[in-house]
């Protein structure tokens, strides 16, 4: 169909925008304004800090394998050392069941902590207990202790207020820097506000929060989003919030397929959501009726074997009476659809892209994520303000090299689709205002 018509930064980039950010932040359902407490507007020397971080990263035989998240804290971390800070670090890391596991300790954590710090990071034995507390008490400013997996407890996840009165121990300052986990209220994000007497977000927080809410409040036009991914049912409350502000809905991925069969077309052996035709439909409305263009792709990439090597060829555009082959599926955005897409991001000054328009992830079917990169790339270069928003679409960047050409990379999965969405989050509304 042609145009169906509804009518991880750098180091660098992050002190940059460290340097740029207000001390408050405008946050709230129906826009309605609450300024949040910022750490620049704490006086930390010699008080006892617990700072929720997102130290939840990968690891194989023990080894950490990415430590972005880690490198993502710093800024925060080192502020409120220099602030003479007594600082306790809290994370979960992975899913333990039913207990403590070995394999899930942060004590790799503690150690690339440390030499990132160029300081010792002493790892607590478990993140409450007469052990930790007492380390906690021995704490001088300037020290830094990071706890065991919050969620070697089970009341983390519960948000017990027992355990949340034990996590906060006797901090008086909480700063939350964990924005993937904001969307959770658990203990550590939510919880332990409730037993101190300030709680800040942290530069992490702040910056995901000032592009993915504040700079979306009033965007820049044509403001375009492009949304991708395999479900339309994961991405249905987002779509229809980003509709009420965008020009242009690119639509790719597995996703476009169920838009598709919706609309009585072919799609072979595409990945189908059969029970969201009736959804698919019903944005389609919606979009026409806030008088919205939603471009589905010309043409798709269509393939007969899931698999690196697998022969490919483009479908006739659908509007000229294509389909997917009989026994094969939808795999990629066509080059006509490439073509159209880039036309589109080019014109664009604001950009949210969620979701690849492929399976990138395979180089045989990765051409079309990869032309959408570098197209946002282009624009952003061009003054365009382009906004990944959390996700594989991280990943595609991040393995396309060209993360440090977007203006803002969120770290939030299911968090930056919950604001996205509209949403409060409970990590965030718990924070003390202004």
């Known amino acids: 169909m042609t145009g169906q018509m509804a009518g991880g930064p750098s180091q660098a980039a992050l002190s940059h925008e460290n340097s740029c950010l207000d001390t408050g932040l405008s946050l709230g359902r129906d826009s309605r304004p609450m300024a949040k407490l910022s750490i620049r507007d704490l006086d930390v020397s010699s008080k006892e800090v617990l700072m929720r971080v997102d130290f939840n990263v990968p690891l194989k035989d023990g080894n950490i394998t990415d430590d972005t998240r880690i490198q993502a804290a710093i800024p925060s971390i080192r502020l409120l050392i220099e602030g003479g800070a007594k600082l306790v670090l809290c994370s979960h890391l992975g899913r333990p069941k039913g207990g403590p596991d070995a394999k899930l300790s942060l004590a790799p954590v503690a150690v690339c902590l440390s030499e990132i710090l160029g300081q010792e990071v002493k790892l607590a034995p478990d993140c409450v207990g007469a052990e930790t507390a007492a380390l906690r008490a021995a704490l001088k400013p300037g020290d830094v202790l990071l706890l065991e997996n919050t969620r070697f407890h089970a009341e983390e996840e519960a948000n017990d207020p027992a355990f949340s009165k034990e996590l906060a121990g006797c901090a008086e300052i909480y700063v939350n820097d964990a924005f993937g986990t904001a969307h959770r209220a658990h203990a550590s994000t939510e919880g332990v506000t409730h037993y101190v007497s300030r709680s800040a977000m942290g530069f992490l927080m702040q910056r995901e929060l000032k592009y993915l809410q504040q700079e979306l409040e009033n965007p820049a036009h044509p403001f375009v989003v492009i949304m991708g991914g395999s479900k339309v049912s994961d991405k249905i409350l987002v779509i229809m919030s980003l509709l009420e502000k965008a020009d242009t809905l690119l639509i790719g991925g597995a996703m476009a397929f169920t838009f598709f069969k919706a609309q009585g077309y072919d799609v072979g052996s595409s990945r189908v959501e059969d029970d969201k035709l009736d959804l698919a439909l019903q944005i389609l409305a919606r979009a026409k009726e806030l008088g919205k ?16 090597g697998a022969q490919t060829r483009c479908t006739v555009p659908f509007a000229q009476g294509g389909s997917v082959t009989a026994g094969w599926m939808g795999i990629d955005i ?24 492929g399976v990138f992830e395979i180089e045989n079917f990765a051409k079309g994520t990869r032309a959408v990169a570098e197209a946002v790339a282009e624009a952003t270069r061009q003054g365009a303000v382009s ?48």
């Open 293 to 308: 263009t939603l471009l589905l792709p010309m043409d798709t990439l269509e393939t007969d074997k899931f698999e690196d």
């Open 334 to 357: 066509g080059q006509q659809a490439i073509v159209e897409f880039r036309k589109v991001i080019l014109n664009a000054k604001t950009i949210i892209w969620n979701g690849p328009v």
């Open 387 to 434: 906004i990944i928003g959390g996700g594989d679409s991280v990943t595609a960047v991040n393995q396309f090299g060209l993360d440090d050409q977007m203006t803002f990379i969120s770290t939030g999965g299911g968090a930056s689709l919950e604001l996205l969405e509209g949403k409060v989050l409970p990590g965030v509304a718990a924070l003390s205002e202004v």
